[in-house]
């Protein structure tokens, strides 16, 4: 069965890697493992997030293909590989983050997920806008600044969107 979920999310991780290795070439080497690693973070995140429906369940832990993956483990893992292996290069990883956090967000609405409102738009189309102007601000800003940046403003879309969804 096909999946636009999938498809486009697909299209964000593509997105973001092309981007990331545009800005910087050397990261050619972690990006695969970095992809892997904030999968499995994702995945671990949100079993420990329902732990309760899990327990009951335990291979369901691994069907990824019924949904379940969390940002926030995704960064954990995935960004502290980064953090760990290439510091330095953190700056290129983060930067499309916010592109691809917008498209992934479009799949959420085609999935028919997040439609509570949020000034007359759907918490998924609300939250894709916010990522598409924190990556336009972090496009424009020295690389420098760019890792706090995306953290204080996700942080902050987030902070302010959660309570609609």
Known sequence: MFHWYGLIIGIAV???????????????RIIPITLLLSLVGARTYHVFEYFNHYQANIFGMLAVWNGGLSIWG???LGGGYVWF????????VVTPLPLAQAIGRVANGVNGEFTNLVMGIPWWGMEAILDLILFGVIWRIKKE?????????????RLALSPYR
Do not use: C, D, Q, S
């Open 14 to 28: 593509v997105v973001w890697w092309n981007i990331a290795e545009y800005l910087e070439p050397r990261l050619k």
């Open 74 to 76: 995704a960064l954990l």
């Open 85 to 92: 292996y290439g510091r330095n290069l953190i700056w290129a």
């Open 145 to 157: 600044w760019r890792v706090v940046t995306y953290l204080v403003g996700y942080g902050l879309i």
